[in-house]
């Protein structure tokens, strides 16, 4: 079946600094993936839509110079948090579809990334 | 915007009981639904997936239910197992979009 690889599954950075997650389609490839933030006992929000050789789309209130995401392969997408600060801290999970949204979504393990 | 909602928020039964959990969505323009399986700290694991065209979906222990006009669908999971207890999640496909409800979190007691 299809697997999405996230990596890493846990970071912890300090205030300032920047930390990158990645999110690989291992079997399939992926023109489109997506990011997602969770919080304690909340929904998964959506934040941005991640195309492969275009630029990103972002929901409305995420900051894209925070959120940077880059898709330079068919099975490779990145999330860079900028200038993380502590309430930047969450849980950060991909997916991606073998072959579009009739055939549903598989979701990377997520990162919980702390800043401190 | 689509909202979905998940009732109850949490539960928790004796193994052996069945397991009827609800999801609701405002928006029944929706393209499918999906239910993930959610453990503590981890990713989503899809358990079902149900079309708009369908009614209802099944895997082993699992059916889901779709009735899109109502914007409703549920999650029945028979003869409960403690390897059970996770949170679930409805999902709806619609607007180039997944949209989550907050979640079942269940609790099998041994």
């Known amino acids: 079946g299809a697997v999405v690889s996230q990596h890493p599954s846990w970071v912890i950075c300090k205030s300032g600094t920047s930390v990158k997650i990645e999110c690989r389609s291992l079997?399939?490839?992926?023109?489109?993936m997506f990011w997602y933030r969770q919080f304690p006992k909340q929904s998964l929000m959506l934040m941005a839509t991640?195309?492969?050789?275009?630029?990103?789309?972002?929901e409305q209130g995420v900051e894209k110079d925070k959120f940077l995401i880059n898709h330079a392969s068919l099975t490779l997408s990145t999330l860079t948090v900028t200038s993380a600060h502590p309430e930047d801290s969450s849980f950060y999970i991909c997916s991606a579809s073998v072959a579009g949204e009739a055939y549903g979504y598989t979701f990377g393990s997520g990162t919980r990334l702390t800043v401190v | 915007k689509q909202e979905v909602t998940q009732i109850p928020a949490a539960l928790s039964v004796p193994e052996g009981e069945n397991l009827v959990l609800n999801c609701s969505f405002t928006d029944s323009a929706i393209y499918n639904l999906q239910w993930f399986r959610q453990d503590p700290g981890k990713g989503l694991t899809s358990l079902l997936l149900i079309q708009s065209s369908q009614r209802e979906q099944t895997s082993g222990r699992l059916n889901a239910s779709l009735d899109k006009s109502s914007g409703r669908s549920t999650l029945y999971i028979a003869a409960s197992q403690p390897g059970d207890s996770a949170t679930y999640l409805c999902?709806?496909?619609?607007?180039?979009?997944?949209?989550f409800g907050k979640g079942n979190q269940v609790v099998v007691i041994p």
């Open positions: 991640s195309n492969e050789g275009s630029k990103a789309t972002y």
């Open positions: 999902a709806v496909w619609g607007n180039n979009r997944l949209a």
């Open positions: 079997d399939f490839q992926a023109t489109t």
